[in-house]
Every structure is written in C-alpha cells, then in structure tokens.
C-alpha cells in the first residue's frame, strides 16, 4: 500500500491544458521583458512591442513541454547531500522563504529579521536530518539593501553543506549566484552538473512577468540553473475566485515560464510551483491556511505530474502569528496533503504569520512533524510475509505479541516511531513536569545551535564569497 | 458540475485487497473467533458454523462471509430526535461524532483531574446540540455520580435531554436493552426506529486478538434486532494484541469485523452496520495506546477494504494525545482528521477529548467543530466545469486588471471560499502576554452556547415517564446484578 492523493481526472488535466493554451495564444503573457520578448519572438511568439506581451502559438508551448526534463538533480557542497526528484522519489523538504521578521529565540520577542536570524536558521536546518534544502528563510533588514540579497547568499552558503533555494531579482544578482557557485563548486561547468543552488522566478498574476526577474531567470536558465516556476494568483483579487478558476491561471502562467526557460536553453531543469492561494475576505491581503488551502494546491500537482514535472507543494502554511495551537492546526492540514499527494517538494518550514515571521522552534516542530509523514507516505507492504498469519495463529486467543520473535525482530528492524516533541505518558506525570511543546522545541534549538558546525567552506573562500557580494549592486 | 473529490489512487491494489480478505477468512476458520457468550455461538451454530462450546471459539466459514458481505448495505440511516438531525451515511458527506469513553475533565484552577459527571456530560451534549459539525453524539464521558448498573440508562437520559441529534453509546448488559428501547420511544413520541433510520445507535468492540466481549455482544445483539445500527470497532494494538505491522495489525481487525458481520447479518439480514477503524500502536516507553504513523497506514488498509466491501466507515478523526491545548494537539488532531476526510470516511470520530480519549475538554470541542466544518470543505472537493474555469473572465481580465468587480467573483465567492471562524490573530507578544493561554477564548463561546443554546424540547411528558423508567430500571437491574 502506498497512499497516493489525487484530485483531477486526466480528461479534467487535458480540459486545463486546452484552455491554457487556448489563453496563451489568444490573450498571451506580458513579460515585461526587452530580452525575454527577443528571443520568444525568435521562437514563433506574436509580440506586442509596446505592451512587452507575447502571444503564444501551442505548437511552441507543446514543444517546450517535450524539452523539459522529468528529473531535476539538485547539489549539495557535499555530495552527500545531493539528490534528484522524479516520480516515485521521496518528497524533499525545502524552508520557507521571504520572511521579513523573527521570533527572538531567547526573549521571545518578535522584531525585524536579521543576518544573524538567517545565519542560525541555516546552521540549524543544516543539522535537521529532514531538511533537504535550505532557502532565504528572512531577510537581513539590518544590511545595506544594495548588495543585502547577495550577502544573505553568501551566508547561506557558509552555513550549509545543503542545497539552497534562492530567489534573485535581478540580473546583477543571478549573476552574483554564478559566479559564487562556481567559486564553490569549482567551476562553472562543475556548477552546472551539479547546481549548488536553484531559483524561484515568481510571475505577477495576472498574466504578467516582472521584467527583472525574468532576467535573472534567464541568466541562471543559459548556465543550466533548475528553476522553480511560481505563481502566486491570489483567488478574488489576482486571480478568478474558484479553484478550478485559479488553478487555470496558475497553469498558464506556469507554461509560460516553461516557454520562456525553455527557450532560453532547452533542457533545462524546471520545478513546478502552485502558489495559488485565496483573498483573506476580511483584510483583502493574503491569508496562509484558510479552509480552502489544502485544496488549491491538490489539481496543480496533478497538472504537475501530467506534465512529468517535479512540484513544489505548499506544507505547513499558517495565518498564525504565534506558535500555538492554530499555527500546527492550519498547517498539519495542508501538509498532509502535501505529503500524501507525493510532491516532490515540501516546501513551507519555519514561517509563522502567513511566512513572514521566523519561529526556530516551528522550524524544529515542523520537521518533527514532517518525519512522522514520512513514515505513512512511504506506505507499508500487504504481503504474506507482513500479514503475519501465521503469527496470528500462534498466538490466538488469549496470548500476547510483546513476547513474539517476529516482535523483537520487526521493533529492531523499524522501531516504533517516538516522537520528539509533545506529550506520550500519563496526564498527571505531565502536570508533574509541566514541560510544553515551546521548550522542549527551544532546548533542542539551543542545543543544536551551541553544538552543530556546519561544514567549513576552504580557507578564503568566505572571503572571496564577500568580495562577490559587494561587487553587484542590485540598485 | 462535475465534483472533483480528493481521493487515493489505487489505495490498495486489488491483490492486496484479496489477500488481505483471503487471510481474514483463513483466519475466521482457523483458528476461529472466541465468541464469549452463548447467544452468539446457538445462532451462528444454527447458520453452519462449527462450534467449540467448551473453548466459546466459532470456526466461521468463508460462504457465510460471502451472504453477509452481501447481506449488509451501504447505506446506512442514522435519524434523530430532532428531525433536521436526520443523518444518511451514503458517501456524500463525512460526518463528525464526537469523543466517547472519557473518564475525566480538567479542573481549571489546578489543571489536575477529576471524575466526570452527569452536569458535565449534559454540558457537553448540549454544546454540541449547538454546534453544527458535531453530528453524530456519542456519550463523550462517564456519570461517575450514577450508580453503575443504571449509568448507561442515566447517560441516554441525560443525553436525550440536551440533545436533538442522534446518539451513540456502547451498551454492556442486554439486560438494559428494553429499558433503553422504551426510552427511545418515550423521547421521539413512539419513533425510535423509521424509516428514517434508528434515533441512537451502539458500538460494538472487539476484543483483540479475535475475540469478542461476552456481555457487550450480547447485548449489541439484542439491539441489532430491534433495528439499531451498529459500529463495529476493533481495536488492535500493534506489538501487544496485534502484530507489530500495519498489515498484520489490519489483518486482525479486519477479521474481527467480519466475524461481527457474520454474526449480525446471521441475526438481521440487511442489518446497519459501520466499519469502525481504530488500530494503535503500543508507545514503548510507556505502554500506552498511541495513533502514530503505522497506525495511520493501519487505518489507510482498513479504509480500503471498508470501501471494497462498500460499507461506511468510521475513522479516528480529531483525537490527540495531547494534555492541552497547544501545538501537538494541532498537529496530531488534524494531521488524522485530514486523513480521515481523504480517506473518504462517512464518519470521523473524536470531537471534545484530550489525552487520547480519556479528558473531556469543552474548550477542545468548540475549536474541534469548527475544524470539522472546514474539513468538510476539503471533503466537498473543487467543482469542475466551464463556468467554474473562468477563462472568459480569464481572458476578459487579463494582465492589467483584477478580479475583485467582476461579477462572477461576487457570484461565486460564497460557494466557493468557507470563511475560517474563532481564527486566533493574537501575536506573539499578545498571546505571551498571556500566558500561552489558548483556552480563554474558547471558554466564552461554551459559556456563551451554555448560557443561551435551548436543545429541542423533549415530549411534554417525557420527562416524567423518564424518571419513571430510571426508577424501575434501578430495582429491576440492582436486583439482577445481585442475583
């Protein structure tokens, strides 16, 4: 048994690609993009100099759909940590990212993120064992804005052996990623076969690119870099208010990431991303965890896995803005999801407050609970051998299995799960210790943060990573 | 419209699913089931089965296994005191009941234990009488301050009381089935059991391995035969009264089932039954019964085979083992409910108890409502076809616009979107502040359901003739139990 979540049909999948392709080639993509429209109008692209639109014929989207890979191979620093995703792969766990403020570890006081914020969220996941890739979790609002993105980098870099998930706005900064993955990686060519880092490029729904991040996109794409392509529709407001509504936009703007990459270098590894996600009715703004998120995300894995692309998919997404109760409530929901639906990428750690707030304790949490989700994704055998009938005989009636061989042997072959946080005893002995959640998670945090180094990059290169960092001003 | 329903791909492949059965039917012949109770080996020794009446063991034979599956039906009518209650388990819908068996609640000076009462179960039906999501009412606690040979006739009371939705409760004696019908009939005006389905329903557990409680079947018979429905609910504990693997572990249950199966539709051809699903695994450190992740996969082959027999089933929902309010509950209680809801259960167990079903907890029983509600947005799927697609509006919106005045926005948004209700928006600072506490909150709303919700009133003259019932009931069994 292995339990695999589904929502669309196939003819529901075809339905959606129909009307994409229908919408790229009858409406098209603005791409903001002198660049991008250039080399899209060189592939068949109608374009639209004044509006930087593209009209896209489907022949060239289905052409662009058949060069893109099925795999995406993804690097560590150490080759220890790299790993590749494709169907029937395990699910890979990615941080969340953009985060703009911190939960202080030691005060408990929620402030502005910072650099250190971001150095101890790396050296943390770092040592988690169910993180696989890290990511710009914060950002460090107490660096010069000019060169901050570059600088975050770097540290990301010092701070793990994993692989790290970037989001580059510029081409200033894609080409600052380059030039520091080479630099780690040994070269460019070395960099190419075995990406330290990849990249988020996120459209602007509607239907439109941001100029600049299509050009860094476009730089990384040229050097073979494997792009997660997102779309952030936001259902009532940038995007239609349905799901199957949202879902279709999501699609095309996705395509139209997948013809743009595509073109720039056929070949080149691409995640797909559903970042659809509904208007907070009260607010206007964007809600994490609303009753609808576990949905939305579920019809664009399928297109995903249509397609025979890798997915990201949203875990442990939550409106909440403290680590309570209601931040596990909201995000247990999507990320079982997420989990049984079997995307290639977890994405979601760490976040609180719709991801803009950085928990290190809901960092640890979440990992907790995502080995938990581990265990039941991966499924369990129904076989002659696992029915253990004849186990069943033997004991009958009145007996016990604690004392059976197949017992002993199947607790030391997959002992029980234990997990590391919560409460498994008896009520009273809990009252007795009066030990919560928060500080069994925040002792562990201390403890991996006062012991766990990361591997040291070589001598100077830190260094020389700084001297990259300052040498690109992104504006 | 076309509804797209979360579901599982080919959950358990076909041969698995036939292993699965074939095993449970060698094992209903050999070595058999240990039925405990005389009623239920002269029936099934009636139907061809052989009996070993020194051992109480019956070897059922795979045919009879065949004429029940065919026997027992899909869908299954739970009604109500309250007639908008009225229930349909057919697959449309996953419904939520709530927590059963508990035995304490918390004191909130000293957050220590204490018994349960009947104020407290009463407190508890009539919360959730109010709150929508709570659908199916089992007796969440126990009235330790009833004498025990009545309790469960005081329980149904109590409930019947404070409730117009349908009630479940396991009944340990048969002696007080005719008690119960008669209350039954007392609270509905004489309709108990209709065409509309049954006014309460019962639990029957098994007891692993492969046995069954001597007093509790029996008197889950009796029940059957007065038309209540039945949730049959093996319990199996990994590693202790099962073995330490999922399939092995849903082998037992499995086959507990279909022993009980048997046995009701020997009883009543086309009896109500629910495929009950409550394996765990035994926590090592300390003995305790726990739902973790082979339990999870446990539950995930006996939700297959439910659906391969085409019976409704009832999972484990929003329990936790949990001792407050905080993230583990969070986690735990949704992480299996969600499951549940995928899973495509008629039922999902478990609203209103902490410390895996032994600590009432009103506060947890409001919150778990309105989790179950926006579950049941999950459960209800995307609704799939053009006018939902939009992509008129699509290409009429699109790259320099937005969405928010088109009409079709305004049209389709309440169909749509479910809006999260008692969402916590307190910051860190606020809710440190404090104290953590994530109880207050919930506190006002079961005091303010407390203090104003009126259940449906019962017959004008139940009340007495209840009273009348209790009163009876308390000689005629107090001198059965000394006898």
Request: charged share 20%; proline share 6%; glycine share 8%.
């Amino acid at each position: 048994l292995i339990p695999r979540l589904k929502l669309l049909t196939p003819d529901a999948c075809e339905t959606i690609h129909q009307h994409s392709l229908d919408l790229l080639e009858r409406v098209g993509v603005r791409y903001d993009s002198r660049a991008a429209l250039d080399l899209l109008e060189q592939a068949g692209c109608q374009v639209d100099d004044q509006a930087l639109t593209a009209r896209i014929p489907r022949q060239v989207v289905e052409s662009c759909l058949r060069t893109t890979p099925r795999e995406v191979a993804l690097a560590g620093r150490n080759t220890r940590h790299d790993f590749t995703m494709a169907e029937g792969r395990p699910f890979r766990v990615v941080l969340s990212s953009q985060g703009q403020r911190a939960i202080d570890l030691d005060s408990g006081v929620e402030r502005p993120s910072t650099a250190q914020d971001l150095r101890r969220a790396a050296r943390l996941a770092d040592a988690l064992d169910q993180v696989d890739m890290l990511n710009e979790i914060v950002n460090a609002n107490d660096r010069d804005f000019s060169t901050a993105a570059n600088f975050n980098r770097a540290d990301l870099f010092a701070n793990t052996s994993k692989h790290v998930r970037v989001m580059p706005e510029s081409e200033a900064e894609a080409q600052a990623l380059l030039e520091m993955g080479a630099l780690i990686q040994g070269s460019a060519q070395a960099l190419t076969e075995r990406p330290l880092f990849s990249a988020l490029v996120c459209t602007v729904s509607p239907l439109a690119h941001h100029g600049p991040v299509v050009e860094a996109g476009m730089v990384l794409a040229g050097a073979g870099i494997p792009l997660c392509i997102y779309s952030m529709p936001l259902a009532g407001a940038t995007g239609p208010v349905t799901l199957a509504g949202v879902t279709l936009l999501n699609n095309i703007e996705n395509l139209s990431q997948v013809v743009l990459y595509q073109t720039v270098r056929p070949g080149v590894p691409l995640v797909y991303g559903a970042g659809a996600s509904f208007i907070d009715m009260r607010t206007g703004a964007y809600r994490s965890g609303t009753p609808q998120d576990p949905l939305i995300g579920l019809p664009l894995y399928d297109l995903a896995r249509w397609y025979g692309m890798p997915v990201n998919g949203g875990g442990f997404g939550t409106s909440a803005r403290h680590l309570g109760l209601q931040a596990y409530a909201n995000g247990a929901r999507s990320a079982t999801v997420c989990a049984l639906s079997h995307t290639d990428e977890f994405y979601g750690c760490g976040l609180l407050d719709s991801a803009q707030t950085l928990s290190l304790e809901k960092l640890y949490m979440d990992t907790e609970v995502v080995r938990a989700m581990r265990r039941v994704v991966v499924g369990a055998p129904v076989t002659e051998e696992s029915l253990m009938t004849e186990v069943i005989r033997r004991v009958g009636f009145e007996g016990s299995y604690l004392g059976e061989p197949e017992t002993r042997d199947g607790l030391r072959s997959n002992p029980p799960f234990c997990p590391k946080v919560g409460a498994y005893g008896s009520y009273d002995a809990w009252l007795e210790s009066s030990e919560l959640e928060y500080e069994q998670a925040a002792e562990s945090v201390r403890h991996i943060l006062a012991t766990h180094q990361p591997e040291p990059l070589p001598e100077g290169v830190v260094d020389e990573l700084h001297r990259i960092a300052a040498a690109y001003v992104i504006r | 419209l076309t509804k797209l329903r979360p579901h599982f791909d080919d959950l358990l492949p076909p041969a698995e699913a036939d292993l699965l059965h074939q095993r449970s039917l060698d094992l209903l012949w050999d070595p058999g089931i240990k039925f405990n109770c005389h009623p239920a080996l002269d029936l099934l020794e009636r139907h061809d089965c052989r009996v070993d009446r020194e051992r109480l063991v019956v070897q059922i034979p795979g045919e009879l296994v065949a004429e029940a599956l065919k026997a027992a039906p899909r869908v299954v009518r739970l009604a109500a005191r309250n007639l908008d209650d009225d229930l349909v388990l057919d697959g449309s819908d996953v419904h939520f009941t709530l927590s059963s068996q508990g035995i304490h609640t918390i004191e909130p000076e000293t957050g220590a234990l204490r018994e349960t009462t009947s104020t407290d179960l009463g407190h508890a039906m009539r919360l959730a009488d109010a709150l929508t999501a709570a659908e199916i009412l089992n007796v969440i606690v126990a009235a330790h301050d009833v004498p025990a040979h009545v309790r469960v006739l005081h329980h149904l009371a109590t409930s019947w009381t404070n409730t117009g939705k349908h009630i479940r409760t396991g009944v340990l004696e048969a002696e007080q089935v005719p008690f119960l019908m008669e209350m039954a009939e007392i609270v509905s005006d004489g309709q108990a059991v209709t065409e509309r389905g049954a006014i309460f329903s019962a639990i029957d557990c098994t007891i692993s391995p492969l046995q069954h409680h001597p007093s509790m079947t029996v008197a889950s018979m009796a029940l059957a035969e007065h038309g209540i429905p039945i949730l049959v609910y093996p319990m199996p504990l990994a590693g202790a009264t099962a073995p330490y693997s999922p399939a092995g572990t849903a082998l037992i249950a499995n086959t507990e089932f279909l022993s009980s199966l048997v046995l009701y539709q020997c009883l009543k051809p086309g009896a109500s039954l629910i495929y009950g699903i409550g394996p765990a695994t035994m926590d090592m450190r300390s003995g305790a019964f726990e739902y973790g992740p082979d339990a999870e996969l446990s539950t995930l082959m006996l939700a297959a085979m439910a659906h391969h027999y085409n019976l409704p089933l009832n999972t484990a929902g929003l329990g936790t083992g949990a001792k407050h309010l905080g993230p583990q509950c969070g986690w735990e209680a949704l992480a299996h409910a969600t499951l549940s809801v995928l899973v495509g259960s008629d039922e999902a167990y478990g609203l209103g108890q902490l410390d895996d079903a032994r600590v009432l907890s009103l506060e947890k029983l409001v919150y778990d409502a309105e989790q179950a509600r926006q579950l049941k947005r999950l459960f209800r799927g995307v609704d799939f076809d053009h006018q939902r697609l939009l992509a008129d509006v699509i290409a009429r919106v699109g790259f320099d616009n937005h969405y928010l005045g088109q009409p079709e926005t305004r049209d389709l948004m309440l169909a749509e979107i479910e809006i999260p209700k008692l969402d916590d928006d307190r910051t860190q600072a606020e809710w440190l502040a404090a104290g953590r506490d994530e109880q207050a909150r919930f506190t006002r709303v079961v005091e303010g359901i407390l203090a104003d919700h009126q259940p449906p009133p019962l017959p004008e003259r139940a009340p007495a003739e209840i009273d009348r019932l209790l009163d009876q009931a308390a000689r005629q069994l107090a001198v059965e139990a000394e006898s």
